[in-house]
């Protein structure tokens, strides 16, 4: 972490939150950023001491803007040789990316503000996205003379649609909340006051679900983003929950009527 930029991580009761901190930058991400964010995700997924009990994360910005994208500031110094910026986009974004398409815990997107070229690869990473009506969306990266990497274009294009993804890399396009919940991007557009309190609702609805129902359902998303090869290994082991607690318990209260206890 590099001065007033970091990524944090609060955990409230079965609920974490990952913060996207670069103070005056509207949370822009830098080199020191990246390599955090596959920190903090690593550490959700191999379910180390700190993500213990875990059932949902929320992915936020700091200050009401999610990610304006990358800082810029820092370009000069690595993205004239192609080594450096391939070891950027590699090594450092789309390791820190896949870590967190990698998480077997529920993601929700916290939106607000700026959601821009790096901030729209993050969101696109989580499973559940809610924004502020005057949130924007773009990736206008074109103006900069510089292309999307490719897999980092491919997972923004499989989470936003065809014909915004690519009005956003080929004419510098930047569209509003309602635009993307149009595009399936978005689960809700909320007045901008109402964003905190509904993410907090989803998370908390979320959290009281079962834990290997959400890490089985992640599972399966998983092996349908890598494609059919992988969706029909995962047939061999679809079924190994059945004598699961969880699996007993939630048919029990449904039959018994009452709340499941998992």
């Known amino acids: 972490?590099?001065?007033?930029?970091?990524?944090?991580?609060?955990?409230?009761?079965?609920?974490?939150?990952?913060?996207?901190?670069?103070?005056?930058?509207?949370?822009?991400?830098?080199?020191?950023?990246?390599?955090?964010?596959?920190?903090?995700?690593?550490?959700?997924?191999?379910?180390?001491?700190?993500?213990?009990?875990?059932r949902c994360v929320v992915v936020r910005g700091e200050g009401g803007a999610f990610c304006a994208g990358g800082d810029i500031s820092e370009y000069p110094s690595f993205r004239f040789e192609e080594p450096s910026l391939r070891e950027f986009h590699e090594n450092e974004v789309w390791a820190a990316l896949q870590s967190m398409l990698d998480c077997p815990l529920p993601l929700i997107a916290q939106i607000e503000g700026a959601c821009m070229g790096a901030g729209i690869e993050i969101a696109s990473c989580c499973d559940i996205r809610l924004a502020g009506a005057s949130a924007k969306f773009g990736?206008?990266?074109?103006?900069?003379?510089?292309?999307m990497a490719p897999r980092e274009a491919a997972l923004v294009h499989g989470a936003i649609g065809d014909v915004l993804a690519r009005d956003m890399l080929l004419a510098a396009g930047v569209h509003g909340a309602q635009r993307l919940y149009d595009a399936g991007f978005l689960l809700h557009v909320l007045p901008d006051n109402e964003v905190i309190a509904a993410v907090q609702a989803h998370a908390t609805r979320v959290a009281t679900l079962a834990p290997q129902t959400a890490r089985l359902h992640k599972k399966t998303f998983a092996a349908l983003r890598a494609g059919a090869p992988s969706a029909h290994s995962l047939l061999a082991t679809a079924y190994d929950y059945a004598d699961s607690a969880e699996h007993r318990e939630g048919i029990a209260a449904f039959l018994a009527k009452r709340t499941p206890n998992f």
Do not use: C, Q, Y
């Open 1 to 54: 972490m590099t001065g007033g930029s970091r990524i944090s991580l609060h955990r409230e009761g079965a609920i974490a939150r990952v913060t996207l901190s670069n103070t005056g930058r509207l949370n822009a991400m830098t080199r020191a950023m990246w390599r955090e964010l596959r920190v903090v995700f690593d550490g959700l997924r191999n379910g180390d001491d700190s993500s213990s009990g875990l």
């Open 139 to 147: 990736a206008p990266i074109a103006k900069l003379g510089f292309p």
